[in-house]
């Protein structure tokens, strides 16, 4: 694994020459939004951003903290993401107005201390958002990351789950956790 000196260099050297289509899950707030703003600034604001989520005014809130060349588009997609039908409903709406991805970011999160507690369709929320939800985009949304692919150009997901569930500092010399096993 790189370290993170050159994971950030590597970034920051990141210039695509088509602008690219990025959809962040549970991009309104923590690591999404975080990871939202990074992209975008890397690529000086050339990013045709979606965030999907519960919230439009944090998304709207985040699309006016970024830069924002003309021509680019930023769209909020709402999706309640405990329902697989609501997220093939999203992934419909999301197909209907692009034709390709070439950055799917999954990190939408849910915290819940009490037990097992379904959603309408019979499972678990802590299960639908760790897993279910993720695998669910990533099927709908397949062929628009095969489509970038074909066009020579990046096609990724990135899942990120369970952030600021621990207290243990990241050692981001160390993140392949080859010197010190622990989290």
Do not use: Q, W
């Given at each position: 694994?790189?370290?993170?000196?050159?994971?950030?260099a590597?970034?920051?050297?990141?210039?695509?020459p088509?602008?690219p289509?990025a959809?962040?899950v549970?991009?309104?707030?923590g690591?999404?939004?975080?990871?939202?703003?990074a992209?975008?600034?890397?690529?000086?604001?050339?990013?045709?951003?979606?965030?999907?989520?519960?919230n439009?005014?944090?998304?709207?809130?985040?699309?006016?903290?970024?830069?924002?060349?003309?021509?680019?588009?930023?769209?909020?997609?709402?999706c309640d993401?405990?329902?697989?039908?609501?997220?093939?409903?999203?992934c419909?709406?999301?197909?209907?107005?692009?034709?390709?991805?070439?950055?799917?970011?999954?990190?939408?999160?849910?915290?819940?201390v009490?037990?097992?507690?379904?959603?309408?369709?019979g499972?678990?929320?802590?299960?639908v958002?760790?897993?279910y939800?993720?695998?669910k985009?990533?099927?709908?949304?397949?062929?628009?990351?095969?489509?970038?692919?074909?066009?020579?150009?990046?096609?990724?997901?990135?899942?990120?789950?369970g952030?600021?569930?621990?207290?243990v500092?990241?050692?981001?010399?160390?993140l392949?956790?080859r010197?010190?096993?622990?989290f």
């Open positions: 694994m790189p370290s993170f000196t050159d994971a950030r590597s970034n920051a050297a990141f210039s695509p088509y602008t289509v959809v962040f549970g991009g309104t707030s690591v999404g939004e975080a990871m939202a703003n992209l975008t600034s890397y690529l000086g604001g050339n990013l045709h951003l979606f965030i999907v989520g519960r439009s005014a944090a998304a709207e809130k985040t699309f006016e903290s970024l830069p924002r060349p003309s021509g680019v588009k930023r769209e909020f997609v709402y993401a405990f329902l697989m039908r609501n997220i093939v409903a999203t419909e709406e999301i197909k209907s107005r692009v034709d390709e991805i070439n950055f799917l970011v999954l990190s939408a999160g849910y915290f819940r009490t037990g097992r507690d379904e959603t309408e369709e499972l678990d929320r802590l299960l958002m760790r897993y939800c993720r695998f985009f990533i099927v709908e949304l397949l062929p628009l990351l095969h489509a970038a692919k074909e066009r020579g150009e990046d096609a990724r997901v990135i899942t990120v789950r952030m600021g569930m621990t207290d500092p990241v050692d981001r010399e160390d392949g956790l010197h010190k096993y622990r």
